[in-house]
């Protein structure tokens, strides 16, 4: 391929031959746009620090345009560390091919681990490459049309309200109030934790949730879109 803004021929090889013609479909559509340009030297593992850093201050963030919690960045790093970067850490963004993700994806399910596993060791894969992607600095996103595992497992059976009274009596009476905020508001663990008494109005039965509390980062947003620095509001129905 003829890069023009660099005035020179880009040659590449594949084990693969549909790989190949791939790279050269989304060759011709970067040039078209006029962001063809030479390979990057850049790693994977290079990549998804510069990912992971910038994923931790805010500047990457989700498809939908919201900051990614530092619980999300810590499990992404967890499944690249784990995972992914023993295994192709060192090989340029550009050099890793739609066929190589495929065989590593099989490989973990040969290996045993869950389909929702498989997902998860992906996830940050695909979000390191559509960044990249994005910002011109591969041609062709090689996470795109993998072949990966169904998750079909069920979700666990969530108790009726009537259920909730018997339960609670079940619990010592220091711990009922916590248990009981927890299931009649919908509250997640993150919420519980961040609340003061400052957010908890008796007289309208309302709770207000402003914030997060992550274990290691301290307080942070919410992260429900609808629950921002206005706040939103949750019936109260635990004080009664």
């Known amino acids: ?9 880009i040659r590449k090889t594949f084990r693969e031959l549909r790989d190949a013609r791939a790279w050269r479909h989304e060759s011709q559509v970067a040039l078209r746009k006029g962001l063809f340009r030479s390979p990057s030297q850049t ?5 998804a620090k510069e990912w ?40 340029r963004l550009t050099a890793i091919t739609h066929t190589m993700l495929q065989d590593f994806a099989d490989q973990l399910s040969a290996q045993g681990l869950s389909a929702s596993s498989v997902r998860s060791t ?14 011109g600095q591969v041609a062709i996103n090689p996470t795109l049309k993998l072949s990966l595992p169904s998750v079909r497992g069920r979700r666990d059976r969530i108790a009726a309200p ?13 711990e009922r109030a916590v248990y009981a905020t927890a299931l009649f508001a ?11 008494w400052d957010d908890i ?30 706040s939103r509001s949750l019936p109260h129905s635990a004080a009664n």
């Open 201 to 230: 109005d008796l007289d309208t039965n309302l709770i207000h949730v402003h914030r997060n509390w992550d274990r290691h980062t301290g307080f942070i947003t919410p992260k429900s879109r609808a629950a921002t620095a206005s």
């Open 1 to 9: 391929m003829w890069a023009g803004l660099e005035q020179k021929t």
């Open 52 to 91: 992971l850093d910038a994923a931790a201050h805010g500047t990457v963030r989700t498809r939908s345009g919201d900051a990614y919690e530092p619980s999300a960045v810590r499990a992404y790093r967890q499944a690249l560390n784990h995972r992914t970067l023993p295994l192709l850490g060192d090989e």
């Open 122 to 135: 992906l996830l940050p894969v695909r979000a390191i490459y559509r960044r990249a992607h994005n910002r």
């Open 186 to 196: 919908g509250l997640r663990a993150g919420e519980l934790q961040a609340l003061t």
């Open 162 to 174: 009537t259920e909730l009274g018997p339960l609670l009596k079940a619990l010592r009476p220091a």
């Open 43 to 47: 790693t994977l593992r290079e990549a």
